[in-house]
């Protein structure tokens, strides 16, 4: 069973910073890919950033220019640092392998990790 943990969400004022980490244990269909998501109240869960399967990254264009995934393998953790943040930026943040989110009906999501841009 995947079992994915995020942490490092926070209130922050807009253009401050913040950290996301999450850590993953469990199978997964491919530890190497791995990105970010987040649901902003009454909207649908989107993939903001990711790695694909050749090690290269992605961004949504919302937040390409602000944010950067970055990963440590080798203790099964990936990133999300948060730069100039904004309160569009105000959403649940999740990780979770696109592979098995495209692929499994129904994927396991974990808890999430509240992010609150405001003045």
């Known amino acids: 069973q995947v079992h994915l943990v995020e942490s490092g969400g926070d209130l922050v004022q807009p253009g401050g910073s913040l950290r996301l980490s999450c850590a993953a244990s469990?199978?997964?269909?491919?530890?190497?890919?791995m990105g970010w998501y987040r649901q902003a109240p009454g909207k649908q869960r989107d993939l903001v950033a990711m790695y694909d399967r050749g090690g290269n990254v992605g961004y949504d264009d919302a937040v390409r220019g602000r944010f950067t995934i970055s990963k440590d393998p080798t203790k099964n953790t990936v990133f999300l640092q948060m730069n100039n943040l904004k309160p569009e930026d105000t959403a649940v943040y999740y990780c979770?392998?696109?592979?098995?989110?495209?692929?499994?009906?129904?994927?396991?999501w974990g808890q999430g990790t509240r992010v609150t841009v405001s003045s």
């Open positions: 979770n392998s696109p592979v098995i989110v495209l692929t499994t009906p129904d994927a396991y």
């Open positions: 469990g199978s997964l269909s491919t530890i190497n890919v």
